[in-house]
């Protein structure tokens, strides 16, 4: 079995038994700063777990604002010995970043997870996956060619069958993923295949036959669906949640998700942090409760790995997150290991490629 099909079959096998978190209170338990997301995420954390997490404590939690360029401010606050943050929330791009630059603590799981009920793809040595998103296909399904449905990143490709204007993100990490399944790879086999030069020749020559017809490569999940709700575009890749949303508001779409990339996020505790125990309490409560995190995925469809999240859940909320069984074995997992190793070559030719 390959890399991608284990880290899949972890995923989909994720427990479904109910674990409590069990009361942690500690008279000498000591407050705790956490850098996140801002914005709705960060709303809806405080209200599902930092607030309870804090009643249930007497811990409290000072949120700090993630910025863009964490990774060099948690970098610098290592180095000098002055790290101020106890627990940050850690894109699978920044992870790797910090585990090769040692910025992590290691995780103990005897009291994160002592019952190991977590997959083993959010049991990372310097992280608690806590979050699941995925860069997917959505189509207008008013802008199809009667009678007809796009299944496959093959049907984006086709334009003859599908036409319309298109869009893609202007970065090549999935693209180029993208790319090479339009062209018959398998799943299975994408990054042994983007590991040699002709794999990358290969995505690249497919991107060219797409590349005429996009009309624009954008930069943030907000443009992605704009593009789609005014109907500036009739397909085009977008984050999951965000289709779910405006498919709920109104707006004729929906998510294809075959070949869709499934990309993890987790907690991670920063090399030095002054209360580590009590930021491991924090990643047990944000990722190992079931009830929270079904209350969590109905504002931000966005799950973590809780056992049990999936009991009594409804179907057709089930349909809607990326780690369902069924939309899990469409996706691939996106290896941000290979991309930290090889962006920087790669970033150059996709680069030149865009302004041929």
């Known amino acids: 079995m390959s890399r991608n099909q284990t880290l899949l079959a972890g995923l989909a096998a994720a427990v479904m038994v109910t674990v409590g978190v069990g009361n942690a209170t500690r008279a000498t338990a000591a407050d705790i700063t956490f850098s996140g997301s801002g914005g709705v995420v960060a709303k809806y954390t405080k209200q599902v777990y930092n607030e309870p997490f804090t009643k249930e404590t007497g811990i409290k939690i000072k ?202 996020s987790f907690v991670s505790v920063p090399k030095g942090s002054k209360h580590i125990e009590e930021a491991f309490m924090f990643a047990k409560y944000r990722t190992l409760d079931p009830k929270r995190m079904r209350d969590y995925i109905t504002h931000l469809p966005y799950p973590g790995f809780a056992p049990g999240l999936y009991d009594g859940l409804d179907p057709k909320v089930a349909m809607t997150l990326p780690t369902s069984e069924a939309n899990i074995k469409a996706q691939f997992s996106a290896d941000e290991v290979f991309w930290s190793e090889n962006i920087d070559a790669i970033q150059e030719r996709w680069t030149e490629w865009l302004l041929e």
């Open 63 to 264: 949120r700090v604002g993630a910025e863009a360029k964490r990774m060099v401010q948690l970098e610098a606050m290592v180095k000098a010995g002055k790290v101020i943050w106890d627990a940050m929330e850690v894109s699978a791009s920044d992870y790797p970043i910090g585990v090769r630059k040692g910025l992590f603590e290691e995780i103990d799981y005897s009291k994160v997870d002592p019952d190991n009920k977590l997959p083993a793809a959010a049991r990372k040595k310097y992280g608690v996956g806590y979050a699941a998103w995925s860069q997917i296909l959505a189509v207008r399904t008013d802008k199809l060619p009667a009678g007809k449905q796009m299944k496959t990143w093959a049907d984006f490709w086709n334009v003859e069958e599908f036409p319309g204007p298109r869009a893609l993100r202007g970065r090549p990490q999935d693209n180029l993923e993208f790319a090479l399944l339009a062209d018959g790879a398998e799943k299975q086999d994408l990054y042994k295949i983007l590991g040699t030069k002709e794999g990358v020749d290969r995505a690249f020559k497919k991107l060219d036959e797409i590349k005429p017809h996009i009309v624009t490569w954008w930069k943030s999940g907000a443009q992605s669906v704009q593009l789609l709700s005014d109907g500036e575009i009739h397909y085009g890749t977008s984050y999951n949640g965000r289709i779910t949303k405006i498919a709920a508001s109104g707006v004729p779409t929906e998510i294809v998700w075959e070949g869709g990339a499934l990309h993890l």
